[in-house]
Protein backbone atom coordinates (compact mmCIF):
# COMPACT_ATOMS: atom_id res chain seq x y z
CA UNK A 1 0.00 0.00 0.00
CA UNK A 2 2.86 2.24 0.81
CA UNK A 3 4.51 2.13 -2.63
CA UNK A 4 1.47 2.74 -4.03
CA UNK A 5 0.66 6.05 -2.52
CA UNK A 6 4.27 7.49 -2.86
CA UNK A 7 3.68 6.44 -6.64
CA UNK A 8 0.20 8.07 -7.23
CA UNK A 9 1.12 10.93 -4.78
CA UNK A 10 3.60 12.60 -6.97
CA UNK A 11 1.89 11.91 -10.37
CA UNK A 12 -1.15 13.85 -8.61
CA UNK A 13 1.11 16.85 -7.34
CA UNK A 14 2.73 16.72 -10.84
CA UNK A 15 -0.60 17.03 -12.51
CA UNK A 16 -1.89 19.91 -9.90
CA UNK A 17 0.91 21.78 -10.48
CA UNK A 18 0.42 21.96 -14.39
CA UNK A 19 -2.90 22.82 -13.87
CA UNK A 20 -2.12 25.93 -11.83
CA UNK A 21 0.98 27.33 -13.88
CA UNK A 22 0.12 26.39 -17.38
CA UNK A 23 -3.09 29.08 -17.63
CA UNK A 24 -0.72 31.99 -17.25
CA UNK A 25 1.62 31.33 -19.12
CA UNK A 26 -0.14 30.22 -22.43
CA UNK A 27 -3.65 32.10 -21.74
CA UNK A 28 -1.94 35.63 -22.43
CA UNK A 29 1.06 37.59 -24.12
CA UNK A 30 0.40 41.29 -23.45
CA UNK A 31 2.13 43.79 -25.63
CA UNK A 32 2.02 47.36 -24.59
CA UNK A 33 2.85 50.70 -25.85
CA UNK A 34 1.81 54.34 -25.08
CA UNK A 35 -1.91 54.11 -24.54
CA UNK A 36 -2.64 50.65 -25.39
CA UNK A 37 -2.38 47.02 -24.44
CA UNK A 38 -2.82 44.07 -26.78
CA UNK A 39 -2.75 39.99 -26.55
CA UNK A 40 -3.45 37.09 -27.30
CA UNK A 41 -5.56 34.30 -25.64
CA UNK A 42 -4.00 31.36 -26.37
CA UNK A 43 -7.31 29.43 -25.19
CA UNK A 44 -9.59 30.84 -27.46
CA UNK A 45 -7.33 32.14 -29.94
CA UNK A 46 -9.09 35.60 -29.32
CA UNK A 47 -7.40 38.73 -29.74
CA UNK A 48 -8.01 42.03 -27.11
CA UNK A 49 -6.89 45.03 -27.04
CA UNK A 50 -7.24 47.84 -24.53
CA UNK A 51 -7.25 51.48 -24.69
CA UNK A 52 -5.05 52.23 -21.32
CA UNK A 53 -5.43 55.88 -21.69
CA UNK A 54 -8.94 58.57 -21.59
CA UNK A 55 -7.30 60.42 -24.31
CA UNK A 56 -9.78 59.97 -26.69
CA UNK A 57 -7.63 58.64 -29.08
CA UNK A 58 -8.38 54.42 -30.55
CA UNK A 59 -6.59 51.29 -29.53
CA UNK A 60 -5.68 49.10 -32.06
CA UNK A 61 -4.47 45.45 -32.31
CA UNK A 62 -3.57 43.05 -35.20
CA UNK A 63 -2.56 39.65 -34.84
CA UNK A 64 -1.31 37.44 -37.90
CA UNK A 65 -0.85 33.79 -38.13
CA UNK A 66 2.29 34.28 -40.26
CA UNK A 67 2.76 29.97 -40.46
CA UNK A 68 -1.11 30.09 -41.55
CA UNK A 69 -1.29 33.37 -44.04
CA UNK A 70 -4.62 34.52 -41.99
CA UNK A 71 -5.47 37.23 -40.07
CA UNK A 72 -6.34 36.34 -35.93
CA UNK A 73 -7.88 39.07 -34.89
CA UNK A 74 -8.25 43.05 -35.38
CA UNK A 75 -10.24 44.18 -32.82
CA UNK A 76 -10.26 48.24 -32.00
CA UNK A 77 -10.97 50.47 -28.84
CA UNK A 78 -13.42 52.69 -30.97
CA UNK A 79 -14.82 54.73 -27.71
CA UNK A 80 -11.08 56.83 -27.11
CA UNK A 81 -11.94 55.84 -23.13
CA UNK A 82 -10.37 53.46 -20.66
CA UNK A 83 -11.40 49.74 -21.45
CA UNK A 84 -11.10 46.83 -23.61
CA UNK A 85 -12.13 45.36 -26.85
CA UNK A 86 -11.98 41.76 -27.32
CA UNK A 87 -11.85 40.62 -31.33
CA UNK A 88 -15.74 40.27 -31.53
CA UNK A 89 -17.88 42.57 -34.06
CA UNK A 90 -14.15 43.01 -35.74
CA UNK A 91 -15.21 41.17 -38.61
CA UNK A 92 -12.26 38.58 -37.88
CA UNK A 93 -12.57 35.60 -35.79
CA UNK A 94 -14.40 31.84 -36.09
CA UNK A 95 -17.70 34.27 -35.17
CA UNK A 96 -17.97 35.57 -38.37
CA UNK A 97 -15.61 33.71 -41.12
CA UNK A 98 -16.40 29.86 -41.92
CA UNK A 99 -13.11 29.34 -43.13
CA UNK A 100 -11.63 30.84 -39.72
CA UNK A 101 -8.94 28.56 -38.25
CA UNK A 102 -7.89 28.01 -34.55
CA UNK A 103 -3.85 28.42 -34.64
CA UNK A 104 -2.10 25.51 -33.96
CA UNK A 105 0.64 24.41 -31.60
CA UNK A 106 3.64 25.78 -32.91
CA UNK A 107 1.97 28.38 -34.83
CA UNK A 108 4.07 32.15 -35.67
CA UNK A 109 1.38 35.03 -34.81
CA UNK A 110 2.99 38.24 -34.89
CA UNK A 111 0.91 40.56 -32.93
CA UNK A 112 1.07 44.53 -33.39
CA UNK A 113 -0.65 47.59 -30.88
CA UNK A 114 -0.42 50.89 -31.76
CA UNK A 115 -2.73 53.85 -30.58
CA UNK A 116 -4.62 56.21 -33.56
CA UNK A 117 -6.20 59.25 -33.87
CA UNK A 118 -9.70 58.50 -35.55
CA UNK A 119 -11.17 56.07 -37.97
CA UNK A 120 -8.36 56.92 -40.68
CA UNK A 121 -5.32 58.16 -37.92
CA UNK A 122 -2.04 57.09 -38.67
CA UNK A 123 -0.32 54.85 -36.70
CA UNK A 124 1.61 56.28 -33.48
CA UNK A 125 3.68 54.61 -30.86
CA UNK A 126 3.55 51.45 -33.01
CA UNK A 127 4.98 47.93 -30.83
CA UNK A 128 5.27 44.66 -32.29
CA UNK A 129 5.86 41.33 -31.10
CA UNK A 130 6.15 37.60 -32.75
CA UNK A 131 4.84 35.09 -31.23
CA UNK A 132 4.59 30.85 -30.79
CA UNK A 133 1.12 29.01 -30.23
Not at 62 to 70: D, E, I, P, S
Amino acid sequence: MRKVLFGVVPVIAALLLAMVTTPAQAAENPLSTTGARGLVNFYSGEVEVCDTRGDGRRAVALAVNVTQGRILGYPVDKNGANGCTPQKNTGYGADFDPFWHTPNRGDEIHLEVWIQDGANGAQEDLASTTLYY
